[in-house]
């Protein structure tokens, strides 16, 4: 990750690029997806590192002996699931970036559980 900041890749988080790439491991048809950047590729590198932001959270697990395997966990299929509706993933920024500038994945992810959860609650939907 240190060669990634020395030779300039962009180290700041993209929410549209990490949902495009959620999007990818999803539709693979691999359940394990491996990918290692080739060196002085800035968007293979800027993948790698979303995908490693998106592990760090527990949506995606990086496997195998050297890494570079990832796997969607259960958390990331919930958050995919969020993500693919349109309106909910635009409320689900909007809504975040009202509180904080800068949102964490997390605080995405919660907000969108938020949102989900009272939609069934005015639907009539106990969640208790």
Not at 43 to 58: P, T
Not at 67 to 90: P, Q, S, Y
Request: a negative charge; aromatic letters at 10%; hydrophobic letters at 40%.
């Amino acid at each position: 990750m240190a060669e990634m900041a020395i030779r300039g890749v962009d180290m700041r988080r993209d929410d549209e690029l990490i949902r495009q790439y959620m999007f990818e491991m999803e539709d693979s048809p691999e359940w394990v997806v491996w990918f290692m950047p080739d060196e002085g590729n800035e968007e293979e590198e800027a993948k790698y590192y979303h995908l490693r932001l998106l592990a760090d959270e527990g949506f995606l697990q990086e496997t195998g002996p050297n890494g570079c395997n990832f796997r969607i966990t259960n958390a990331g299929h919930d958050f995919i699931g969020m993500m693919r509706d349109e309106g909910l993933w635009k409320q689900m920024k909007i809504r975040a970036s009202t509180v904080v500038p800068r949102y964490g994945l997390r605080l995405l992810f919660e907000v969108g559980n938020a949102i989900v959860r009272n939609r069934l609650t005015e639907l009539g939907v106990p969640l208790n």
